[in-house]
């Protein structure tokens, strides 16, 4: 059984500085500080200048919710792990720094955690009433039916497989073996906890598309999306946790 003490936000940036700074101001302005454990932000090498200053300035600026750093050393999205490693919330939430999802969705999912600290609360873009900006007929298209390909592929009434915008045990985290580091590691956080037998429910979030910086994730990423949703789905339940 798990008890909600405080949530680790997890967000990443490379090219982001206005949207970076947007996101964090609006966690704070937003969530109840005593929900907060921290804010960890991870950052490549090859961070832009610009990046790297508004980062910086998160770090300095005065609160009572501390903003943590640090340079990555796995490669790509491999940051992510990282992060899981040093947080020090009892659940974490991973949110993108380029506002292309609804902040608007992080309160109440620490309202949710907080009632049912063993659930997962994922954000599902195919729920009533919520909205794609930014995407076009074809993409939009391509990822219903990704979607559906999945529920039945994992036998799951989750609508959204693809997206990983959760707030999750952070135990839990640490525990999956995860072993992508591209954009598939997004499909794993969802598919491992599938696997497991985890409770998850869905909330509704609108999807918009990004503000700032450059898109890396497209229809390209599709194939290998495929290829790890498959060897989840038949990989041992064993070897999806970590020895």
């Known amino acids: 059984m798990n008890e909600f003490t405080g949530v680790s936000i997890v967000t990443g940036a490379v090219t982001e500085t206005d949207s970076l700074r947007y996101t964090v101001n609006y966690i704070l302005e937003n969530c109840d500080h005593s929900d907060l454990k921290e804010i960890i932000i991870g950052y490549p090498d090859r961070v832009t200048e610009e990046c790297f200053g508004v980062i910086n300035e998160l ?20 940051f992510l792990t990282e992060a899981f490693d040093m947080a020090e919330g009892s659940h974490v939430i991973t949110v993108d720094s380029d506002m292309a999802l609804d902040l608007d969705l992080i309160p109440q999912m620490i309202k949710c955690a907080k009632k049912e600290p063993d659930t997962i609360f994922s954000a599902s ?14 993409r939009k298209l391509l990822n219903f ?7 039945v592929l ?12 959760q707030i999750i045990s952070a135990d839990l985290l640490r525990k999956i073996n995860f072993e992508e580091t591209g954009f598939p590691i997004f499909i794993e956080m969802v598919l491992k906890p599938v696997r497991l037998g985890c409770k998850i429910k869905e909330l509704p979030t609108d999807c918009h598309s990004r503000k700032q910086g450059k898109a890396n994730n497209s229809a390209l990423q599709i194939p290998l999306y495929l290829k790890t949703a498959l060897h989840i789905r038949f990989m041992p339940k064993e070897k999806i946790l970590k020895k």
């Open 59 to 78: 770090v300095t600026m005065k609160s009572d919710v501390p903003v943590h750093i640090f340079l990555q050393k796995r490669p790509k999205l491999g």
């Open 125 to 138: 873009r195919w729920l009533g009433g919520s909205e794609f900006e930014g995407y076009n007929k074809f």
């Open 145 to 151: 039916f990704s979607q559906k390909f999945l529920a």
């Open 154 to 165: 994992y036998s799951s009434d989750l609508t959204d497989f693809t997206i990983p915008f």
